[in-house]
């Protein structure tokens, strides 16, 4: 008989992984809430047709597609069948498919729910999204995305505040990280320098993948997809500027003087950074001119934060997309946003023990059974206790007590109370500290206090 298992980039969690995760989906829907976001769902299957073409070739391949139900080979062409042609198959066979983000599902809300939503529209969205990436160190084919995004609004107040969100969640969260911050613009205004802006899709595409690959890999990437060794050779000493922010971008203004796209961008990402220094956002904001961000539908600022102190990939990311509802039938509203890696994050704070100790327990206080009698009085108090929010419990039976005990300690549970006939003859619970093994007797009165 096979042992039970799941596929392969997929986890399960347990109570006390839980715990943790909810830690860290707390402490951003706190953040995200702070700044005025409001939340929303959306399925966890959409049409193909709302995903197909919106992450580029690379990104569709990624795409879980979903059987239609019944006879799926009904729909089936058979000269398609015959020749083996995948891509129309696919698309003959499933209607739908799992969504790789949350970006492009909000896009398809905004414009089917446009009438019922306010804008500039706020949003934040706690949700798993699927890709069917080869499972690695950090990488899932299964993981949640903690999304913000702002909808209806050209300003770049909303990628400053974006900036801010990411410092206080990292900070309330323990964790120092770099934000890396570009924008498209200024790629388009690199493809114009050297004169290929026809390659543009390829070279973002390319040097999206510097820190994957390293830069030999890339160039020969480029050197694949058309471009000239000329042309490779005099991308490399743009893409590495040296100085601070400002001077880089002081240098990539000289370099743009035929690009208005290119001056553009350089013009938004100057207006940002001032801002985010006048703000002393707490955090360390460094210009990354290899920054690309692969996915096609970003168009102004794009970001992404490392940690520091763990070797792990990106941990959060993001950007402006100027038009993205458009493609579904609502041109001209711009949107910017940003996407956490929950699942990155925990990997990273787990390697750093970064999680408050309090974060492990669901249970703060457990009841020894004595029995029946016993029981009544424990459920009395544990009824006063859960109303003033206490996690408590009773251990469901009378057994022996070195075995209740070994279950609170294997739950990390940090305090016992134990009810025996003495104890409810003197009107008093005894309270043992299972960290300290301190023990002493407290009326019913002092027990919420001792446990707070």
Known sequence: MQKPSIPKGTRDFLPSEMVRRNYIFDTVQKIFRRFGFQPIETPAMENLSVLLGKYGEEGDKLLYRVLNSGDFLSAVNKDDWSSQNLN?????????????????????????????????????????????????????????????????????????????????????????????????????????????????????????????????????????????????????????????????????????????????????????????EALSVPTDIELDLTLARGLHYYTGAILEVKAKEVEMGSICGGGRYDNLTGIFGLPGVSGVGISFGADRIYDVMMQLN???????????????????????????????????????????????????????????????????????????IGLKNMLTGEQQNVSPEALLAKIK
């Open 88 to 276: 129309k198959l696919s698309l003959q066979m499933c209607e739908r498919g799992l969504r790789y983000d949350l970006t492009v599902p909000f896009a398809r809300f905004v414009v089917q729910h446009q009438n019922e939503i306010v804008f500039p529209f706020r949003r934040y969205q706690i949700q798993p999204v699927w890709r069917a990436d080869r499972p690695q160190k950090g990488r899932y084919r299964e993981f949640v995305q903690c999304d913000a995004d702002v909808v209806g609004s050209d300003s770049l107040l909303n990628e400053v505040e974006l900036l801010q969100i990411i410092a206080e969640v990292f900070n309330e969260l323990k964790i120092k990280v770099t934000v890396k911050i570009n924008n498209r613009k200024i790629l388009h205004g690199i493809a114009e320098r050297i004169g290929r802006i026809d390659k543009l899709t390829d070279i973002t595409v390319a040097i999206d993948k510097l820190d994957k690959i390293g830069k030999e890999k890339v160039n020969e990437e480029l050197l694949g997809k058309g471009l000239s060794s000329e042309a490779v050779e005099a991308l490399q000493p743009i893409l590495h500027p040296a100085g601070s922010n400002l001077e880089k971008l002081a240098q990539m203004e000289n370099l743009f003087s035929g690009s208005e796209t290119g001056l553009k961008g350089v013009d938004e990402l100057r207006t940002i950074l001032n801002m985010a």
């Open 354 to 428: 970064a999680f408050p100790e309090n974060s492990v327990h669901t249970t703060r206080l457990m009841f020894v059974n004595f029995g029946k009698t016993e029981e009544l009085y424990s459920l009395r108090l544990l009824k006063m206790l859960r109303s003033e929010g206490i996690h408590a419990e009773i251990y469901p039976e009378a057994a022996k007590i070195k075995k209740q005990m070994a279950y609170a300690d294997s739950k990390a549970i940090p305090f016992v109370a134990m009810a025996g006939e003495k104890e409810i003859a003197d009107n008093c």
